[in-house]
């Protein structure tokens, strides 16, 4: 079954600190990748997705994410965060079955 | 506006009495699911529904129906709520074109 991993349960910044969120999948035909946010109380939101081309895709807000197919990654950067990206990150897989995989999330916390 | 709606957003029940969380989109879009979250284990699709009167099972079905009579609704339905369902629900529909899932606000369920 396909499963999709992000290592880094809570991740703690300072604002302007660089970011890197992990995110690993597990399938080995076409995917369609995904990062959703989720602010504090709030519903979630699409920062970026890659459907194919650039493997370099920039989203809303300044994040950008990067596909690497050999390592089934999709990591999630931001060079300089600020206290507003305070939320939860989900990183989401559709491999074409009718399913949206997504990770368990990864909450930031960015102290001002 | 093009929306995904839910009601109620917060809901305390008890034990065994039935409840239905409501789902509506304005999108005229095919697909719809529902996801539950939880802490530590992100979201999983509980149902999904391909269009009207087509419905399927997703990761954890158990203890839920669902039904697609019309393409903007697809009610989630809990005959006999357990305490284990206690838990934040999400409503999406998804873009074919797009192939991006656009999630309601989340109802917020108690069972005691």
Redesign the interface.
Known sequence: AQSVS?HN?HVILSEAASLELGCNYSYGGTV?L?W?VQYPG?????LL?Y?SGDPLVKGIKGFEAEFIKSKFSFNLRKPSVQWSDTAEY?CAV?TGF???V????TRLLVSP | EAQVTQNPRYLITVTGKKLTVTCSQNMNHEYMSWYRQDPGLGLRQIYYSMNVEVTDKGDVPEGYKVSRKEKRNFPLILESPSPNQTSLYFCASRSEVRDTQYFGPGTRLTVL
């Open positions: 992000q349960h369609n995904f959703y709030q519903h979630l939101q699409l997705k459907f989900f559709n009718q399913k949206l997504f990770g368990t999330g």
